[in-house]
Every structure is written in C-alpha cells, then in structure tokens.
C-alpha cells in the first residue's frame, strides 16, 4: 500500500441463503486467521556470504548513449 492508500479492516462475504438450491453446509468451509502483516528479521543479513549461494554470473551487455 502506498502513500494515502485507504486500510480497509475487514471484508464482508454474504451467501445467498434465500437461494433453496445452494447447501449452505456445503458453502461452510474454515478460514485461517491470518496476522496483517509479515515478520521480517532484518538483523541476520549480515551473516550471509553472497558469493556461497552459488549463482552464476550473467554476461553484461554495454549499450551506447543513443
């Protein structure tokens, strides 16, 4: 979400129980609870070795100012 962006809490979803031919048992199914945002621990990139994760390098192109 960017700047200004509108946080909307919580969403709605209604079945349609007027509906005779819809099994709302069969709709019932458990949704996770999930936390609003991800815990990222910023302190450990320091103990990574870039050079021991084995990718290869890519071959770069030199472009002119055109």
Not at 1 to 18: F, K, N, S, T, Y
Not at 26 to 43: E, N, S, V, Y
């Amino acid at each position: 979400m960017g700047p200004g962006a509108v946080r909307h809490d919580l969403i709605v979803v209604e079945v349609d129980a007027e509906n005779p031919d819809k099994d709302l048992n069969a709709l019932d199914i458990p949704l996770p609870r999930l936390p609003r945002r991800f815990h990222r621990d910023f302190k450990e990139l320091d103990d990574l070795d870039p050079a021991a994760l084995g990718n290869r390098r890519l071959p770069v192109k030199s472009f002119t100012e055109e």
